[in-house]
């Protein structure tokens, strides 16, 4: 028992419980930690104990004297993408990403669990109602990592992560039409229904196929419209 009171699994369950309800997304920002001390009604020490255990797991990751953000750490190989950026453009990362990302999905069918399917279905629902692309991005990203995350392959997910760090640091948004957010007949919107439903049913044939048609879809109209 901590001296004001709360115990170190009171404080993790406390601390679980505001990421559940608070209106973050994958790389936000957790407040400080002297506001997050005051929010919880616990001490620093109990705080920073609970941190440190979602950061085992993946849920959380810290940069000193930066902060303490959502999601799992950005690949230490990749800390300077600048090499790799400047001699790649978005045809490249299109085209390894269909390389890649189909085999990520029949894997996902193989392996992943109830929980892997319910947070897929999570962040579709969230970009369904995102008001502004950055929110479309944010819960779009989360779901492709969630997809790559359910293979239960750690260097498959670490080459996705890979993967991903160089697609994000490609300038996408002057390829992109000049709307504030995405249409409400957005084509991912089925086609990543087409992709979880194929994973949920262990269709591994059926999500690599889903998988592939997305990302066809994705680089001819990106790609159509920088041309």
């Not at 085992?56 to 800390?79: M, N």
């Not at 109830?114 to 479309?136: F, G, K, L, V």
């Not at 994000?168 to 089925?190: I, K």
């Amino acid at each position: 028992m901590t001296t004001n009171g709360v115990d170190p699994q009171g404080t993790l369950t406390q601390l679980r419980a505001f990421l559940a309800q608070a209106p973050l997304t994958v790389d936000s920002r957790l407040p400080p930690e002297r506001e997050l001390c005051r929010q919880l009604g616990v001490s620093r020490g109990e705080l920073r104990k609970a941190l440190a255990t979602l950061e085992a797991e993946g849920q959380l990751w810290r940069h000193v004297g930066k902060g303490t953000f959502i999601g799992s750490r950005p690949t230490e190989s990749l800390a300077d993408l600048s090499v790799t950026t400047s001699r790649t453009n978005p045809a490249e990362v299109m085209q390894t990403r269909l390389l890649i990302e189909p085999e990520i999905a029949r894997m996902a069918a193989l392996n992943a669990t109830a929980a892997d399917i319910a947070e897929m279905r999570t962040c579709m629902a969230r970009s369904r109602t995102a008001t502004t692309w950055r929110q479309y991005e944010s819960w779009d990203n989360r779901l492709h990592r969630s997809i790559a995350e359910a293979t239960r392959n750690t260097l498959l997910l670490t080459i996705f992560d890979t993967l991903n760090a160089v697609r994000r640091a490609v300038a996408w948004g002057r390829l992109r039409a000049n709307r504030t957010q995405p249409d409400p007949q957005h084509h991912s919107f089925a086609e990543h229904e087409a992709i979880v439903a194929a994973i949920a049913d262990r269709d591994m044939e059926q999500a690599a196929q889903a998988m592939r048609r997305h990302l066809q879809t994705v680089e001819r109209k990106l790609l159509n419209q920088h041309q």
